[in-house]
């Protein structure tokens, strides 16, 4: 099999690299190592950046997007008992956030790619890259039990934490920077409306928690816990009540409950990996750097790689121009840095240290409090959380 461009890795940093690609008349092949039913289930992301939205409207997959897609116009604190609101377009000159659901993305570009192509092979596991320094890369994949090999001008590692093309990098090239925080998320999504218009990010001494949404009829809440939990120990009736206690303000507001259909454990961790290309092979997204969750930045910085590096491939393929292509790895790094600096400050001001002690509980509310009282202050957080512009 021969392509310009393969990819490993069918999540949204693959189908939308794809996407962009088969528009500007790039040839090239996804290869998922999951089944379709697995990607479209895998319950993640839901707060889509402005420019992640713009970025779907321009691969022409957005119709579902913005007919279903919930837009928030900012965001609450809580902590000491008291609710703060965060207004985005006042402090941004006008941006926004969206809530529309990963799987929903996910769902959305493997129905384009199927009805117009380029091929997407779904039980097709990358195991190597080789050659990669070469001007012909091969990715060698396993699909319905035989070994076979792809041929590429160039190939694209989309895939995610866990996959193969970062471990391709050799070793000595490059460095990892990475960081585990002492704490885990637990998510639930329950078929319950949303006791709230826009997302809560709570503060407590119980620990963080967030209160999401996926539509007008389903919630979507994650716990701070112990980064030794088990699913066991978390029955439904004690993820409400601590859900509760965590959100409790001195103001009327009570938490909706019903039935919980979704249940999951994500460690939190930041890892960057520099650079991003080795000769012909370019990371894109979670094959490059995981962000902890809280700030909701990875999906977005997947986006963002892919929008910088489509547009790299695009620009050779036209014109034979390599410059945009050269600084791939430069231009998304500066991104991902402020990325990863500002889910470490919002991870940090809001989740329980199990080792903290009283001087770290004042120090939190110190932060917040400076975000509530000072314009620039809550400016600063509005513009990283809507998103910082692309570096080209
Ligand atoms: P992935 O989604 O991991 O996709 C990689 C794909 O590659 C997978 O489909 C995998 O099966 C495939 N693959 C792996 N190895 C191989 C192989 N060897 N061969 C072939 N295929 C392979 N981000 C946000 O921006 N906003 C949020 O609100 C948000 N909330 C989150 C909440 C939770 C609980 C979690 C866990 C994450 C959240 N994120 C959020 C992060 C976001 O989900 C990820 O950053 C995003 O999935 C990255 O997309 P990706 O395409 O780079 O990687
Ligand atoms: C969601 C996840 C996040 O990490 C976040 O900061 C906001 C929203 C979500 O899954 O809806």
New binding site residues.
């Given amino acids: 099999m021969r392509t310009t461009v393969g990819i490993?890795?069918?999540?949204?940093?693959?189908l939308l690299l794809a996407r962009q690609l088969h528009r500007a008349g790039v040839g090239c092949v996804v290869?998922?190592?999951?089944t379709r039913g697995h990607?479209e289930r895998r319950q993640?992301?839901?707060?889509l950046e402005q420019g992640t939205v713009d970025a779907l409207r321009e691969a022409d997959a957005a119709g579902r997007l913005d007919a279903e897609g919930l837009v928030h116009r900012g965001i609450e604190l809580r902590f000491d008992g008291e609710r703060h609101r965060v207004d985005f377009p006042s402090l941004t000159g006008g941006r926004t956030v969206t809530i529309y659901a990963?799987t929903e993305i996910v769902k959305d570009l493997v129905a384009l790619q199927l009805a117009e192509g380029p091929p997407l092979l779904f039980g097709?596991?990358?195991v190597a890259v080789d050659r990669a320094e070469s001007t012909a890369p091969v990715v060698r994949?396993r699909h319905e039990g035989r070994e076979r090999a792809l041929s590429c001008a160039w190939v694209a590692g989309?895939?995610?934490?866990?996959?193969?093309s970062r471990a391709a990098f050799p070793a000595g090239l490059g460095r990892s920077y990475a960081h585990v925080y002492p704490y885990a998320?637990l998510?639930v999504t329950a078929q319950v409306p949303p006791s709230c218009e826009e997302l809560i990010y709570a503060r407590s001494e119980r620990g963080f928690a967030l209160h999401s949404m996926r539509s007008p009829s389903v919630s979507r809440l994650y716990l701070q816990v112990p980064d030794t939990a088990v699913l066991g120990d978390w029955p439904d009736g004690r993820i409400w009540d601590e859900l509760a206690a965590r959100f409790a303000v001195d103001a009327d507001w009570s938490l909706r409950r019903g039935p919980v259909v979704a249940k999951s454990l994500?460690p939190m961790r930041s890892h960057v990996h520099e650079p991003m290309r080795h000769g012909r092979l370019l990371l894109?997204?979670?094959?490059a750097h995981i962000v902890p969750?809280t700030g909701?930045?990875?999906?977005?910085l997947?986006v963002s790689d892919v929008r910088v590096l489509a547009r790299a491939l695009i620009t050779l393929h036209r014109t034979g121009d390599s410059q945009l292509l050269d600084r791939y790895s430069e231009l998304c790094l500066q991104r991902v840095w402020q990325a990863s600096r500002f889910s470490d400050d919002m991870t940090r001001m809001l989740h329980a240290r199990p080792d903290g002690d009283a001087f770290d509980h004042r120090m939190q509310l110190a932060r917040l409090r400076r975000i509530t009282a000072s314009h620039h202050a809550a400016s600063e957080l509005a513009a990283n959380y809507s998103g910082l512009p692309l570096p080209v």
């Fill in positions: 490993i890795g069918g999540g949204p940093a693959g290869l998922e190592c999951r990607v993640r992301a839901g707060m990963q097709a596991e990358a994949f989309c895939d995610g934490f866990h996959g193969i998320w998510g994500t894109a997204g979670d094959a969750p909701a930045k990875g999906l977005n997947a």
